[in-house]
């Protein structure tokens, strides 16, 4: 039989527009027929909905919803993908015949185990290839780690704070250390300042082949390691350059991560610094007990002298505070002492070994070089810190340097202070103090004495300050608080001798000599070229003698040398009292401390200190030439000078009335001294006392210095205002006043 087939239904014609295929089954619920179908939003997708119930007007409710963006790794997968496969084929092309050829070598390093074709215990060892494929790659990863680590650590910006931060030191006019002020006793030394022998004594002790090295020690850094795995320590032999990054750059920590930091940076540098630079650098850091960093000051203070005064024995036992200033400072125990020369000697044989020290000069060096027992640059206090007060004061001013690059440290002030006549000087203020106490022990709480020694050249020899700086800051030698009295009559006398007189208003100004007499009398009335002076109060000033006697007409000379006040008052108002300020700032007085322009200028309403006193008498022994008083001569900043700027000389006076002045004043010290001092000394001085008696003063010269002494009374503790000294200088119970008899010791001998 025949099987016919049936031909296929006719299939309808297509739509021109659009083509709805319909699953069976039907829509499914929530499909978007648009977005799979390609209908337009805008034909329905039921014929059969109400237009009005969708609110569309016969448009549908449903919108097209877009398809979603690709990631942003979705496109660069897209974009790059192809590229990479290039760049991965390339490679497969060019490395699998080299892979191919390395596999059986890689296959015949794989471990095996146990290893076939072995039998008992040598299944178990790996074969050479084996051993020597295990050695190169654990070099290779620690060479990779080391590249790594060294890429990764950089030298700190940074220094630590104590590395950087030095001392001032301090030295009296014979070079002797004086004081120090700062927090850490460091004070850095140009490596050219330092002797080789020092030098290599170190490098004897802690690395000798500093020069040749790389910066570490591999073996040291190894030794590091096993102690650490060991037990947890890591000292081991480290070159200068790792002790000096620890010092600077890190903490003291002993750990291997801070080891191998510090090697890391080591190398660094290394290559960044000479070794020169490296070396200095350790030496001026590097701690070696009694408080002190670097080799310079630790000289100062085992030996009292700069490391530049060094030998090769001194340096050797320096050099073995190194290893640890607490088990080799020998002045500490006995068991450092022994320690301290079994290292000395060593080193000095290192030295000989090395080729730095010759046998010959090591046969000199027999007997171990004990240092001194304690610090002499912690001798500070009392005296001494009124002494640093006025220098670094002085030396901030004259070389321009700021608190706090002072601060800082690393200055080297070597001041004008004379030791034995600081030492003289308070020995006669402590001596008058404790005098007082016995006299007037009510009054003697409330004293003060200041004084100052000055050069006719302006170096400040000496002060006292108070009784001790650390309990008193309040620096009595360079206070202004009571006035001069009659020891300012000098003045008067060398502005009327410079400049003359004038007795009428427009009349011709008329010479003055010693020889120029004027009234000597107690109460004389004060006159003016229109006659009498009036105060304020409306009442006729009258010049008043210190003790109420009349003397008369009396020369100038003569009233100086007797200390008679009313003819210096008349001459004051004769040469004007301008020109009597003005004499007395030239020669050294402040215009701050200077009273006011009136009759009383003339008798000492002024209020010097000490110290200018002492500089304005130092004029008269210049022959008029005034210096300003300082107490700095020379500054160096790690052993660099340091520019001063300070104020040039000037002349106050002509000489010729300098040495009339200088002349009455010796007079005044003979009369009232007939027996203190030889016929041919050149001592000059005067007493000065105020009409209220709140201050005492002897102000005079000897041998080209003149000294300044003051006793008043001042209740620091309620007020500034002076009191009256009510007998404390002497006046009343004993010959010779207090502040004359602290001038004479601290002068004597007076010849």
Known sequence: MQLKVPPPPPRPAADETMQLRVPEGGIPDGSDISATSGVPDEISDDPGTDSAASGMS?????????????????????????????????????????????????????????????????????????????????????????????????????????????????????????????????QAMPLKDVPEDVRWAVLAAENESFYSDPGISFKGITRALFRTLGRGDTQGGSTITQQYVKNVYLNQDQTLTRKVTEAMIALKLDNRMSKDEILESYLNTSWFGRGTYGIQRASQAYYGKDVSELDASEAAFLSSLLKGAGLYDPTLSRANHDRAVERWSWILDRMVAIGKLSPQERAKYKTFPEPLKSNPLYDTGEQSDYLVELASQYAKKTARISDKDFDLGGYQIYTTFEKHREAQLTEA?????????????????????????????????????????????????????????????????????????RKSRDGEVTKVTGESLYNGDDGVPVTTPEGPYWDRSGRKVAARNDDGKSY??????????????????????????????????????????????????????????????????????????????????????????????????????????????????????RTAHPEAAPADAEVAGKVGTTEDDTAAWYVGSAKKVATAVVVYRIDLKKSLEPLPLQGLDGTESATESVPYGIWSRAMSPLD
């Open 552 to 669: 008369g007409q009396i020369s100038l000379h003569q009233a100086l040398a007797q200390s008679v006040n009313t003819p210096f008052m008349q001459l004051g108002m004769d040469t004007g009292l301008e020109k009597v300020r003005s004499t007395a700032e030239a020669a050294g007085l402040l215009s701050s401390s200077i009273g006011a322009q009136v009759p009383a200028l003339s008798t000492g309403s002024s209020t010097p200190s000490a110290i200018r006193m002492a500089s304005g008498y130092a004029t008269f022994v210049a022959d008029g030439m005034h210096t300003e008083p300082y107490s700095v001569r020379r500054i160096t900043h790690n052993g660099d000078k340091v520019a001063l700027t300070a104020a040039p000389d000037r002349r106050a006076m002509s000489a010729e009335t300098a040495r009339e002045v200088q002349s009455a004043l010796t007079d005044a010290f």
């Open 429 to 501: 203020v402590t001596k008058a103090r404790e005098q007082a106490k016995k006299d007037h022990p009510k009054l003697a709480g409330t004293a003060h004495y200041g004084a100052a020694s000055i050069a006719s050249d302006g170096r400040i020899l000496a002060v006292y300050g108070g009784p001790d700086h650390r309990t008193q800051g309040y620096n009595e030698s360079n206070a202004t608080t009571v006035p001069a009295g009659s020891a300012f009559l000098p003045f008067v006398y060398a502005a009327g001798l410079e400049h003359g007189v």
């Open 58 to 186: 016969g448009k549908s409710t449903r919108r097209r919803r877009k398809a979603p963006r690709p990631s942003p790794a979705a496109r660069l997968t897209t974009v790059l993908g192809p590229r990479f496969a290039v760049a991965l084929g390339f490679l497969a092309a060019r490395l699998g015949p080299l892979a191919t050829r390395l596999s059986p070598y890689a296959r015949r390093l794989r471990p095996l185990y146990p290893r076939p074709g072995r039998t008992g215990w040598r299944r178990w060892i790996p074969s050479w290839r084996q051993s020597v494929g295990g050695v190169l790659a654990s070099l290779g990863l620690s060479t990779l780690f080391l590249v790594v680590a060294y890429a990764a650590t950089d030298i700190p910006d940074n220094l630590n704070t104590y590395a950087t931060q030095q001392d001032n030191v301090y030295f009296w006019a014979d070079g002797t250390p004086m004081a120090r002020t700062g927090w850490v006793q460091r």
